[in-house]
């Protein structure tokens, strides 16, 4: 949202398409988890119906962690075609514009300023995602045969 709080489509836009996605994902890992044995017995032993998130943390933090890290991949582009339509000035429309004037230097530098960004929050992800679920260990190989 703009500094001003009026919202419009084009500040709205690149949250709301991937809005569906992220909701139909959370809610099919919530309903996956809320079947599995642990929760069961959980409501079994007393555990009330009331607040079933509470009841398996564990199992979906790291799915929604990964859903929104490798939605980023997809928002990077976005910007560079919303900022072209919207007309704003970022990087986005100056990679589009060395693309229509054919600046391979500043397409290059483009394309690896977005995958240094990408990789690093891949990296990211990867080490939240080890602190989210303590049986994920990075770099340790499994003792035995």
């Given at each position: 949202?703009?500094?001003g709080?009026?919202?419009?489509?084009c500040h709205?836009?690149?949250g709301?398409?991937n809005?569906?996605?992220?909701?139909?994902?959370v809610?099919?890992?919530?309903?996956?988890e809320?079947?599995?044995?642990y929760?069961q017995?959980?409501?079994h032993?007393?555990?009330?119906?009331?607040?079933?998130?509470?009841?398996?943390?564990?199992?979906?933090?790291?799915?929604i962690?990964?859903?929104?890290?490798?939605?980023?991949?997809?928002?990077?582009?976005?910007?560079?075609?919303v900022?072209?339509?919207?007309?704003?000035?970022?990087?986005?429309?100056m990679?589009?514009?060395?693309?229509t004037?054919?600046?391979y230097?500043?397409?290059?530098?483009?394309?690896?300023?977005?995958?240094v960004?990408?990789?690093?929050?891949?990296?990211?992800?990867?080490?939240i995602y080890?602190?989210l679920d303590?049986?994920?260990?990075m770099?340790?190989?499994e003792?035995?045969g």
């Amino acid at each position: 949202m703009p500094g001003g709080g009026r919202a419009s489509f084009c500040h709205v836009y690149p949250g709301a398409c991937n809005g569906s996605k992220y909701t139909r994902q959370v809610r099919a890992t919530v309903l996956e988890e809320l079947n599995k044995e642990y929760v069961q017995g959980a409501r079994h032993g007393g555990a009330g119906k009331q607040n079933p998130l509470f009841q398996c943390p564990e199992g979906i933090h790291a799915d929604i962690v990964t859903l929104l890290a490798l939605s980023i991949g997809s928002l990077l582009g976005g910007t560079a075609i919303v900022e072209s339509i919207f007309m704003w000035d970022g990087v986005g429309k100056m990679a589009v514009d060395a693309i229509t004037m054919r600046d391979y230097p500043v397409i290059q530098a483009y394309v690896i300023w977005m995958a240094v960004i990408y990789v690093l929050v891949n990296l990211v992800t990867d080490i939240i995602y080890c602190c989210l679920d303590p049986r994920i260990r990075m770099g340790q190989e499994e003792a035995g045969g």
